[in-house]
Structure formats: structure tokens, C-alpha cells
């Protein structure tokens, strides 16, 4: 069975930056989609960043140019950059798997979630 584990999560002034983690196991797809979700209250979940198997990578507009995807699958490990953090980026971070490939993977088709972790960003 897959499990997805989110880390790297905490409080930071506007400005600063944050790396998140995420470590998969039992994921042995040979193509695959991977993305970073968050979510706030009342709101559903955003994609901000994918990456396939590829190595492929894409981000929304809203953190284009801030928030860098990467993936070490020596470690199977999955990271986000977060440099320049808003208030707005103030949300519960997600990593989502899919085992199948895409050319676009910056969509909300995933099936496997992490337990989520907290960004917080004040000014």
C-alpha cells in the first residue's frame, strides 16, 4: 500500500523560506504523477506544482517564480522550495501521487495523500 508523509512545515515571517518534504513508500510505478496541493479553510484544494516521471515539472501562477518542485528518487523523496512566502500562502500543504504518467501533470486527478502539513506566514 502507498503512504505519503509530509515534513518540513512550520511558522515564518513574510519573506522567508520553507522547504517541505515528502516521503513515499510502497509507490513503485514506473510512470507517474506527483504534485503539491494546500488547502485553507472554506476552500477546496489547489494544485500549486507537479512532476512526473519524467522529471518533468510545472507550477500554478500563483507561486510560479517563488516555489520550486524536485523529487529525489534515490529517496524517494519529494520536495518544495518555498522562497519569498506571502500571508496568502498560509495553508495545510498536501503531496498527491498518481501510478500513471501524463504530459500534464498540474491537474486534481491523484488517488494517493499525505497527512498534510502547516505553512504558516506572518507579516
Known amino acids: 500500500q502507498v503512504q505519503l508523509m509530509e515534513s518540513g512545515g512550520g511558522s515564518v515571517q513574510a519573506g522567508g523560506s520553507l522547504r517541505l518534504s515528502c516521503e513515499a513508500s510502497g509507490f513503485t510505478a514506473s510512470r507517474y504523477c506527483m504534485a503539491w496541493f494546500r488547502q485553507v479553510p472554506g476552500k477546496g484544494r489547489e494544485v500549486i506544482a507537479s512532476?512526473?516521471?519524467?522529471?518533468?515539472?510545472r507550477s500554478a501562477d500563483s507561486v510560479k517564480g517563488r516555489f520550486t518542485i524536485s523529487q529525489d528518487n534515490a529517496k524517494n523523496t519529494l520536495y518544495l522550495q518555498m522562497n519569498s512566502l506571502k500571508p496568502e500562502d498560509t495553508a495545510t500543504y498536501y503531496c498527491?501521487?498518481?501510478?500513471?504518467?501524463?504530459?500534464?501533470?498540474?491537474?486534481?486527478?491523484?488517488?494517493?495523500w499525505g497527512q498534510g502539513t502547516q505553512v504558516t506566514v506572518s507579516s
Open positions: 512532476i512526473g516521471s519524467d522529471d518533468s515539472a
Open positions: 498527491a501521487a498518481r501510478p500513471w504518467w501524463s504530459q500534464n501533470c498540474l491537474d486534481v486527478y491523484y488517488m494517493h
